[in-house]
């Protein structure tokens, strides 16, 4: 049986955490990233339409999930948005600033795989793409193996850069939580986050009417809201409001939808019965609404009434069915459609300082194995960098 290829560090996955390296680190580890596609950054290059929402001005803690909130912390705050943001003008990357404080290459993502691998190429890393990872061991002498279709590599650090369930199209496996569970490292239940709500009932038979309608509106799930464009699909509620509230949101539980922010439409009703009597209660309903809107979701006893026919309670009903509207999702679009995966591996197992897991020397989780989430935005690809030189540091 041939020995195992020896490295002092392997690296599982040349995603966004696995591919960040600590630039002033000193190349003397030798260093091995693996990866099952046939090419680095496969996520960071079709993110944000492939510009890349690479970062966002405003990261804090809050933005995040997991069952250790504090986690994040160290990590943010030890390599900042303004740390990263750094290496994308070193590198002469064009950027712009878009809504919410995100950034975005005005070029291709393509530019921050290359800074990245650039990096990676000065410390002298290996890299293996097109390479399937099979079995992780752990010997006694304080190394670990992995099998790979490429003969089988060792090293005293294992960092699991390997990523969540989410762009299943692209590859993404389970393998993180796997070699997490073998070494009795708790894995808090992966469930697809930032992804589309599914109908149900009879709204699967009202609600495709309206595909292609977008608007602002308010969602709540909880304590949570989130103010932004919510959007009408043939099979459910999409936009940015739907994938923000769908990572915090319980299967069989109703969120509460207020399709009108900002406004009081039952005072304004009030009003516009006042100054205008024989006006339909629809008319006025289009001039805040699209029409195929207004015809689903007016009820039909008020359809066809004018203002001076409607009670205050008749007001207050057509008022609440748009800004109080309570939608039960059937269920979500899956991780075929979902931007990240939220939980992972069990942080409370994990070192916030340095990635590695309290009881297993030389093992590391970084990225989005781990069992943080962030808000649509650029959240996530920032616990990316963030998490990722954490280890590096370390491994430096």
Known sequence: M??????????LGAGASGLMRERGGQARRRVLVLDHAKKPGLKIRISGGGRSNFTNLDIQPKCYLSGNPHFCKSALSRFTQWDFLERVVQAGI????????????????????EMLMADCRRHGVVFRFGTKIGEMERSGEGSYEVGTSMGAVQATSLVVATGGLSYASIG???IGYDIARKMGIAVLEPTPGLVPFTLRGQDSRDLPTLAGIALQATVNFGEVSFTENVLFTHRGLSGPVILQISSYWSAGQAVLLDLLPGVDLFGHLKTQRVRQPLKMLRTVLLDHFPKRLVEVFLEVDLADRKLADCSDRHLQKAADRFQKWTFVPGGTEGYKKAEVTCGGVDCDAISSKTMEAKAAP??????????ITGWLGGYNLQWAWSSGWCGAVRLA
């Open 362 to 371: 030389g093992l590391y989780f970084v990225g989005e194995v781990l069992d």
């Open 94 to 113: 064009q950027y712009e600033e878009r809504s919410h404080g995100q950034l975005f290459c005005t070029g291709t993502a393509n530019e921050l795989v």
């Open 172 to 174: 993404a496996t389970g």
């Open 2 to 11: 041939t020995d195992p290829e020896t490295f002092d560090v392997v690296v």
